[in-house]
């Protein structure tokens, strides 16, 4: 019948217009600020660097300074400098670490390749969008200070990664701490006792 998919339309409309007024799952409209709609775990926004300890912040970051990432950003925000010295990382290696690391969101695409190329699970993707500044050359570009934050904040943000993540970290540290540790004393395999010399047998009295 011609006009059936109209009236089905309108039925909908209808139909969604009366619940909006008492079906507490038909409300859209989210009274911003004063109410916030949880964001999905897949959520992201800008990076931010993953800190093993929230006492302290910039000496625990898993960064090593491998500049992949750097190299690996399509718009090329994100600017890395090596430290002349080094501390052990997540495992208790000696490693370098980033003297400064810089990412500039304000050309920053949130295309996550940064993330999924980085070896030691140092950078994730952050949920914060209320970032607004009123210099657009420096106010958007974030330092290391800025981009550190514990390890039980990117827990709040994305629980089955990090527990991914912290797992996978865990096996490595026990690898490297059962490689690292020293191998039991062997002892020596016994001497073989020598043989024992015979008494020359006496010749008969002829």
């Not at 050309?107 to 952050?126: G, L, N, R, T, Y």
């Not at 904040?153 to 990664?161: F, G, T």
């Not at 191998?183 to 020359?200: G, L, N």
Request: proline residues 10%; contains cysteine.
């Amino acid at each position: 019948m011609l006009g059936t998919g109209l009236l089905q339309g309108l039925a909908v409309t209808a139909k969604n217009l009366a619940g909006s007024y008492h079906d507490p799952k038909r409300f859209v409209t989210t009274q911003y600020p004063e109410e916030r709609t949880k964001l999905p775990e897949a959520y992201r926004n800008f990076p931010f660097l993953v800190s093993e300890s929230a006492e302290d912040l910039l000496g625990t970051l898993r960064c090593v300074a491998c500049q992949i990432c750097e190299k690996e950003c399509p718009p090329q925000c994100i600017y890395i400098e090596k430290s002349k010295d080094k501390k052990p990382d997540a495992n208790g290696k000696l490693q370098v670490y980033p003297a400064v690391f810089d990412i500039d969101t304000a050309v920053c695409m949130s295309c996550q390749i940064c993330v999924e190329v980085c070896p030691f699970d140092a950078i994730k993707m952050d949920q914060v969008f209320e970032i607004a500044a009123s210099d657009r050359f420096t106010g958007l570009l974030l330092g290391r200070e800025a981009l550190a934050k514990p390890n039980a904040y990117y827990h709040s943000l994305h629980p089955a990664d990090a527990a991914e993540v912290d797992e996978r970290l865990a096996a490595a540290r026990k690898a490297a701490a059962a490689k690292a540790a020293p191998k039991p004393a062997q002892a020596p395999p016994p001497t073989p006792a020598a043989p024992s010399a015979k008494a020359p047998t006496p010749k008969p009295a002829e």
